[in-house]
């Protein structure tokens, strides 16, 4: 089911003892999600079960995060990732969450699951300079290649600490 919002100003902040937890099967759809999940998404248990995890995705969110978010998940790997959601009240959430990999007896990917918690808001301050110039640049780019240049951005940003996608998204 597709949901159309709109969003808003509206910022709305996660408590320091949340975790806004998810399931998902291989495809992103959603197989599981906590109370918390249900408060901040403002959809019902319902809706969300079966949906594809777009379903909270916000506007202002880069397709390159995503697209390094799901690189990383389907080689294997954890990832750690800055988000902002939309809720279906069009209000946004940072979250920041850990996404990690369910793997049958040899090693295969059978599911996913994120565990969200409340963002540091340095963390929060300068994604959301470094999230805008990206979404700038996949509007200016394009499809085809405004991924690659977003995330050549983002890049650009991470090289001056000279660190790892990881350990920047840990100092931040
Ligand atoms: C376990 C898991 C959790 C996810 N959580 C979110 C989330 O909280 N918000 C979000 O926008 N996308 C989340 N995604 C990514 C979505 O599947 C999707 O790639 C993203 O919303 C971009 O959607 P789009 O390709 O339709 O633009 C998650 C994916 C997985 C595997």
């Not at 301050?125 to 394009?142: L, Q, S």
């Amino acid at each position: 089911m597709k949901y159309t919002v709109t969003p808003t100003n509206k910022l709305r902040e996660m408590r320091e003892e949340d975790f806004i937890v998810s399931k998902t099967d291989l495809k992103g759809r959603i197989l599981y999600c906590n109370k918390i999940f249900v408060e901040f998404a403002q959809y019902t248990e319902k809706e969300l079960i079966g949906s594809q995890h777009n379903i909270v995705r916000h506007p202002e969110m880069p397709r390159a995060i995503f697209k390094l978010l799901w690189d990383t998940v389907q080689s294997g790997s954890e990832i750690f990732a800055y988000v902002k959601n939309m809720a279906r009240d069009g209000s946004g959430y940072w979250v920041f969450a850990n996404i990690s990999v369910s793997k049958d007896e040899k090693g295969r990917p059978i599911a996913y699951s994120s565990v969200r918690r409340k963002p540091k808001a340095s963390g929060v301050k300068t994604v959301t300079e470094i999230y805008r110039e990206m979404v700038a640049i996949e509007k200016r780019v394009g499809t085809k290649d405004g991924m690659a240049a977003s995330m050549e951005y983002w890049n650009s940003i991470q090289a001056k600490g000279g660190t790892s996608y990881e350990e920047f998204i840990h100092t931040i």
